[in-house]
């Protein structure tokens, strides 16, 4: 019904595979597959990757983004990247915030909003990930931590800047152990999330906020996810690395 007022985007986050002789291939795969995408298509790859990345998809409408980013312009801040240097070599998007940043690196949502607001000053677009771990869910508070997330990583954030914002809700429990959260529990979710933006911000900012699914999304269920009117494309994890089931969940968000 509102699926008109925001962009389907789906994006690959392809984590830590890939060397750069290896992405190129895989994005040189992709490339013809997803020509005639009715959707957004991104590619979110390791930072030694992003350049060749950004090569092999020139003159396509595959659209780069990295797995993370600082929030300083420079620095003291050993192996980290900033956005300056992303967006110097022609990277759009970026992942923050997600679920294996916060359990592996201890990412919090404070840090989440800084790489954030950082991302959206050097006219970055954020992907902020969000979602309940499995206890969270058995426990029945899936909504509070997602409305805690939602309100701490958007801290601060403008209405204008919001524009350019994409919110991923990843439940941990389905991300790449192969439990999807089936369409209608994505769907209840994703709703409830733009209900927390209509509170921050206001209705017309909110329903054109782009809430993607992530979490074992694949060629097979990718259509059903999609039909639903909050779930406005993926993020996409093993499935983005095999071209043919990346193609397969583009031509499901073209669909619907
Ligand atoms: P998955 O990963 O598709 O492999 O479950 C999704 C993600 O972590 O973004």
């Not at 350049?51 to 192996?79: D, L, M, Q, R, V």
């Not at 999807?180 to 509170?199: D, G, M, P, W």
């Not at 779930?231 to 583009?250: P, Q, R, T, W, Y």
Request: with cysteine; aromatic share 6%.
């Amino acid at each position: 019904m509102k699926k008109d007022v925001r962009k389907a985007i789906i994006a690959g986050n392809w984590k830590m595979n890939k060397t750069p002789s290896e992405a190129k291939a895989l994005l040189e795969e992709i490339a013809p597959l997803v020509k005639d995408a009715g959707c957004e298509v991104v590619a979110c790859v390791p930072y030694v990757d992003l350049a060749t990345a950004i090569e092999a998809t020139k003159g396509t409408n595959i659209k780069i983004g990295a797995e993370n980013c600082h929030w300083a312009e420079s620095g003291a801040f050993t192996g980290e990247i900033s956005t300056g240097m992303l967006k110097e070599i022609g990277v759009e998007y970026v992942v923050l915030g997600h679920s294996e940043r916060r359990q592996y690196f201890g990412e919090t949502d404070e840090t989440v909003n800084k790489r954030t607001k950082a991302a959206l000053a050097a006219g970055l677009k954020p992907i902020v990930c969000v979602g309940e771990l499995l206890w969270e869910r058995e426990c029945n508070i899936t909504e509070e931590v997602v409305a805690r997330q939602i309100k701490l990583d958007l801290w601060d954030v403008t209405e204008e800047e919001l524009k350019n914002v994409t919110i991923a809700y990843e439940p941990v429990w389905a991300i790449g152990t192969g439990k999807t959260a089936t369409a209608e529990q994505a769907e209840e979710v994703c709703a409830f999330i733009r209900e927390c933006l209509k509170k921050l911000y206001n209705e017309a900012a909110a329903e054109a906020v782009t809430i993607q699914y992530g979490g074992s999304m694949n060629d097979k269920n990718a259509d059903e996810l999609l039909q639903k009117v909050n779930v406005d494309g993926g993020l996409i994890g093993g499935a983005s690395l095999v071209a043919e089931k990346f193609a397969a969940i583009v031509a499901a968000a073209t669909r619907n």
